[in-house]
DNA sequence: CTAAAGCTGCAATTAAGTTGCATTTTATTT
DNA sequence: AAATAAAATGCAACTTAATTGCAGCTTTAG
């Protein structure tokens, strides 16, 4: 499931950063970069437990916040008020999220970059952009044909 | 605070989707429709005591929703995980939205519609644009010169 | 005015995320 | 190969937004 490159990949991501590399923080970052969809903190600890990985929860919440803090992962925010993760290979620029309605997945659009065309209004200062997309997803929409 | 022209528009949203009148749909209503700012729940309590609507914590959330499913309210998740509201007097189309991230209010940004320029992958059905941005509102930029 | 449908209040519950603190682990220095 | 300081972890308790079930009360249609 995890290939040697993955794992030297989380490792030289977390020593790019100073941070301290313990098994907690690999295996977090393995799923995050291995799993195509953002992880919720449940379904991490879903996935965790899978491969093996011992964790408490509070541990796990710390990892993420650890990881987007330094820019290794980052999180989009979900119709059902959790948080999901997920990190890249590359460092990544801004880009759009789809959520599907159905199963509540969420997916990276790397390519969908939201075009800084538009103009904000004077006075406010622009930190972030967070452009999400909702609907149904190709599983979903395939499975039942909604 | 509240003129007639503005109790007469709330109730006639109301009418409009066949929706009971009740005291609690047009004062949350009204609030929603005559502040500036998406209010989230805990905000709309406070200013609901402050008018002396007289209602419990769940009627509120239950009026809230109900708002929303009839598509007289819109609702924007916000980064401190709760949910705020904000309604208009005409129809909305789908803008975008600013979160400061000092006092955490959300802006409408009606005249910024996310231009559906983009192209979805193949087989994403969509039903939802979000596009929020964050940043720092043009109070808290002049408050403290951020 | 009456009755049914639909709201509301209350109490209990759910679920994501946070906090404080004692213990263990990591990475660095000797 | 220790010793050490700094940082990460586990555990228990806590916070907070939102939800649920049900009895009682309002609204509206007839
Ligand atoms: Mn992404
Ligand atoms: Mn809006
Ligand atoms: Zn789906
Ligand atoms: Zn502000």
Redesign the interface.
């Known amino acids: 499931m995890k290939t040697d490159t993955e794992q030297t990949l989380a490792q030289k991501l977390i020593r790019q950063v100073n941070g301290r590399v313990t098994p907690i923080r690999l295996g977090v970052l393995e799923l995050l970069l291995n799993t195509q969809t953002a992880l919720s903190h449940q379904e991490l600890e879903q996935a965790a437990a899978q491969t093996g990985l011992v964790a408490d929860r509070v541990s796990l919440y710390r990892a993420l916040d650890w990881l987007v803090e330094q820019g290794i992962a980052h999180r989009i925010?979900?119709?059902d008020?959790a948080w999901r993760y997920k990190a890249q290979a590359e460092l990544t620029s801004p880009h759009?999220h789809?959520q599907c309605?159905h199963c509540s997945q969420v997916?990276c659009?790397e390519?969908?970059q939201?075009?800084l065309?538009?103009k904000?209004?004077?006075?406010?200062?622009?930190?972030?952009?967070?452009?999400?997309?909702?609907?149904?997803?190709?599983a979903c929409?395939?499975l039942n044909a909604?």
């Open positions: 925010s979900s119709h008020r759009a789809f309605k997916f659009l390519d969908l939201p075009a065309l538009f904000l209004p004077p006075g406010y200062q622009l930190d972030e952009i967070e452009l999400k997309l909702q609907g149904t997803c190709p929409a395939s909604i």
